[in-house]
């Protein structure tokens, strides 16, 4: 069980202007500027949740994610992960959850992926024979048996991801902290790291915390999104609620052949190129069906579809909204 | 403890995947304490003694000074190279560990190719402990076995100085180089020779020349203050400041982030 | 002939920005310096008659030697060439209409000036103000200073032309990190930088001196401070000389050889 409540977090930067002056006049006299990177940052995660954590670059989701991990400490404000607090009882909070940087690797180079992994279980201290079954069972379902063997720097990334996500589970964590998991895979290794996460969250009730800027990974993993942005969070709820309040509004994708376009009240043209138009609708005007029949009036339609606003718009949108 | 020999059984095969690499670096330190060795040697061939020391008993001071500092560098690596470590992010990965930070970072660099320097100071140990006519007793022993073991420490404590002060800053931390490799340097020859005021600052400051001066002056037979069998054990204790540095450092990095 | 002096602003420009490390630089050097000449001092004590010059000249050496380190030190590379040649990055840099020797040349060179500009000057103001002995000394006259300038900026060059072997040998090896080991401790022995060269002994110094490294920082140091007289000095150049030009053309040479088979088998 996860609870912040009211942390904050504020960093000290030097400003400091180029030249030589500048530079020895920064050594008797030091400008700085203070940023809050968290501002009051509250919310409780449960035992088993799947949450992502998204907001821009800047606002403040790796600050939050290093105070959980107990890498950094707060200004002010609580956080109890599992009736620890992470920066002050670090290593044993640190034994019980998982973190896979995206971009960075935790796994030895030049050495197979089973000698890390082997490295790992005395590093965490597993005990022989729970490691053996969770290394079958990670290998079978992240299909890595085959690659075990190789040394980290031959494999692909989509490869090296799923032992890098094998690595972080081996010790059974409760918690797992996934930042930018899926980044430069291809389609088919997101997928099946995603299936993976699903699976792990379902069967073993690992809590998991991902932050993302794919947002198909949301999409496809997450139920409740918490937005942070300038420090403060501004949104935490269910996915699904919030894709209701903006099914109002839908995208017709139209292919006509001959004909004008004749938009009443309800429908804006959003883009039109060579016979292919794409219409906002909203629905609190006009329905779907009249709105098709309005289109089919004036146009020789061939193709005609109608989309929800995807997970991306509704971020895109409430990043506007909120001024980030 | 087994997890530090797993450590260095990883290492050890991943420093060992670039076989010719290895072997040319080992080669190439074993050549640059050479190079040290020869300058010693062609000093010596103008001049006869220096400071009442002469060739071997020089020689015996560079090879004790040399053992130390390759150990240290060898294991102690993790903390030279600390700039890096915090820098790109690998020390956050550390504190996700439930292991002692201190520990990882000794285990995140074991610079076997260091062994290149330690087999030179080998060598000159076997022209040396012949050539400097000490009489081996059981004393004399243990001072220079003492005296290693705090070479050791000493360069180790320096490590961690600056490894230390990298929580503060990365920059213009050039200068702890004076110390670590300005020792391994300077130190070949005994710190008396550089006059009053150095031997001060490394007796009262960096406790250096209790580590390589005053036990040498024992060892060859100069003095025969017993107590000076015991002062290497300064540069064990100079460790604990080193400790308390680091302490302070880590509290810092976690309140202010990278 | 424009694009080289363009590039070579851009990275001396570059290379002057890195302020704190040099102030670091500065202080470890003075150091250096000073338990240097502490250490020749106890030998100087010792036996003077066996000082192969004097000691205000010796001062004036080693001080000249860390003013000046940034130009010669071994172990200065630009580690962007390494790893642009370990990766196959170069296959970019062949894209362009430039010939990569020179731009390699032109970088060392722009880097390790920046690096001196910013150091030099510190340690030679200080080290003229030094008390005799151990003070820096001017040159003896006019002529000297400018053999000492002509032969400073050729025995910088060799070294430059030198290392660029050390970077193509990289081309040929897996791993360059070995070669580079070796090379330093090679150059660092031979160049005169652990004792200067007229302490060693007669036979060997012989040797060493007809060594391009003798003709990095050993020839324009030792005109300084005049231990050689004029026929000796314009002997030291024209060696330099003779070496400059040697090593640039087996570089160039060698480079043509690594790229064509860089070209063939695509990096």
């Known amino acids: 069980m996860i609870e912040l409540q009211n942390v904050c977090k504020t960093f000290k930067v030097t400003r400091r202007n180029a030249g030589f002056l500048e530079a020895v006049r920064a050594m008797f006299h030091k400008k700085c500027d203070y940023i809050k990177a968290l501002d009051n ?159 792990i969250n379902r069967e073993e009730k690992t809590t998991v915390i991902l932050t993302t800027h794919d947002m198909q990974d949301i999409e496809a993993l997450t139920k409740r999104i918490i937005l942070i942005g300038k420090g403060k969070i501004l949104l935490d709820g269910d996915l699904g609620t919030l894709k209701k309040q903006y099914t109002e509004q839908k995208k017709i994708t139209v292919e006509y052949a001959e004909g004008t376009l004749s938009l009443c009240d309800g429908l804006t043209l959003l883009e039109s190129i060579h016979g292919r138009a794409i219409i906002a609708l909203d629905t609190n005007k006009i329905s779907v069906s009249n709105a098709i029949a309005e289109l089919s009036r004036n146009l020789e339609v061939l193709d005609i579809s109608v989309a929800g606003t995807t997970a991306e718009e509704i971020v895109v949108s409430l990043y506007k909204e909120y001024q980030i | 403890m087994k997890l530090y020999f797993r450590y260095c059984s990883i290492i050890l095969r991943s420093q060992m995947q670039y076989k010719s690499s290895f072997f040319m670096t080992v080669i190439g330190q074993f050549l640059i304490s050479f190079s040290m060795f020869v300058g010693i040697y062609f000093m010596f061939q103008r001049f006869n003694r220096v400071e009442g020391f002469s060739y071997s008993e020089v020689l015996l001071c560079f090879a004790i000074v040399l053992t130390s500092f390759s150990i240290a560098e060898c294991f102690v690596r993790g903390f030279d190279t600390f700039s890096g470590t915090v820098s790109n992010g690998e020390f956050d990965r550390i504190m996700v560990r439930p292991r002692n930070e201190i520990f990882q970072v000794l285990c995140s660099k074991i610079e076997f190719t260091r062994i290149g320097r330690f087999l030179q100071a080998v060598i000159i140990f076997f022209y040396a402990i012949p050539a400097s006519q ?119 990095y976690k309140s202010t982030g990278s | 002939m424009r694009k080289y002096i363009s590039f070579f602003r851009i990275r001396f420009v570059n290379g002057l920005q890195y302020r704190s490390a040099a102030y670091a630089g500065i202080v470890t050097q003075f150091a250096w310096g000073f338990m240097t000449l502490l250490m020749f001092w106890a030998f100087y004590k010792s036996d003077m008659k066996s000082f192969p010059m004097t000691f205000e000249q010796l ?141 060693l002994p007669n036979g060997i110094k012989v040797i060493f001196e007809l ?57």
């Open chain 3, 211 to 267: 060594l391009p490294f003798a003709s990095m920082q050993n020839a324009p140091f030792l005109i300084y401070i005049g231990n050689s007289d004029y026929k000796n000095a314009i002997f030291s150049i024209l060696l330099q000389i003779f070496w400059l030009v040697s090593l640039i053309i087996i570089g160039k040479f060698l480079m043509k050889k690594a790229l064509r088979k860089v070209v063939v088998q695509g990096g």
């Open chain 3, 59 to 199: 001062s004036s050496y080693i001080w000249l030697q860390q003013a000046f380190l940034s130009l010669f030190m071994a172990w200065l590379f630009e580690n962007e060439i390494f790893a642009a040649i370990t990766s196959g990055n170069i296959a970019y840099e062949l894209c362009r209409p430039i010939n990569v020797y020179n731009m390699w040349f032109i970088r060392n060179v722009a880097s390790r000036l920046s690096k001196v500009v910013l150091r030099s000057i510190p340690i030679l103001v200080v080290g003229a103000f030094l008390p005799s002995p151990f003070g820096i000394s001017l040159p003896v006259n006019w002529v000297t200073a400018i053999f000492f300038i002509i032969s400073l900026t050729i025995g910088f060059l060799v070294l430059v032309a030198f290392n660029m072997l050390i970077y193509i040998s990289a081309f040929y090896t897996v791993s360059p990190i070995g070669i580079r080991i070796l090379s330093v401790s090679l150059v660092e022995l031979f160049a005169g930088a652990v004792i200067p060269i007229p302490f």
């Open chain 1, 41 to 199: 940052v509250s919310f409780k995660i449960n035992e088993g949740e799947m949450v992502g954590y998204i907001g821009p670059n800047g606002a403040g989701k790796s600050s939050t994610i290093k105070i959980m991990c107990g890498i950094l400490s707060p200004k002010s404000g609580l956080c109890t992960i599992n009736g620890l607090i992470p920066w002050k009882d670090r290593i044993r909070h640190v034994r019980d959850i998982g973190v896979v940087f995206g971009q960075r690797s935790q796994l030895w180079w030049d050495v197979p992926v089973v000698d890390s992994f082997e490295l790992l279980r005395d590093i965490y201290k597993i005990e022989e024979t729970t490691y053996k079954s969770n290394l079958n069972k990670l290998s079978t379902l992240l299909d890595i048996e085959t690659i075990i063997k190789t040394p980290v720097r031959q494999l692909s990334l989509g490869q090296r991801m799923r032992c890098e996500i094998a690595a972080s589970l081996l010790h059974n964590p409760k918690i797992l902290f996934l930042d930018e998991p899926t980044i430069g895979l291809d389609a088919v290794s997101k997928i099946a790291v995603r299936n993976f996460i699903t699976n």
């Open chain 2, 134 to 252: 000490v009489l081996w007793t059981f004393d004399k022993i243990a001072t220079l076995i003492f005296m290693i073991v705090g070479g050791v420490c000493l360069f180790s404590g320096l490590f961690i100085i600056y490894a230390s002060l990298c929580f503060f800053t990365t920059e213009g931390l050039e200068f702890i180089n004076i110390f670590t490799d300005g020792g391994r340097e300077f130190g070949k020859y005994p710190l008396s020779i550089y006059g009053e005021g150095v031997l001060k600052f490394f007796t009262f400051v960096i406790p250096f020349a209790l580590v390589q001066y005053y036990p040498l002056t024992y060892l060859i037979g100069r003095t025969s203050i017993k107590l000076y069998i015991l002062s290497p054990l300064f540069g064990v204790l100079f460790l604990i400041p080193c400790y308390i540095l680091w302490r302070f450092g880590l509290r810092h």
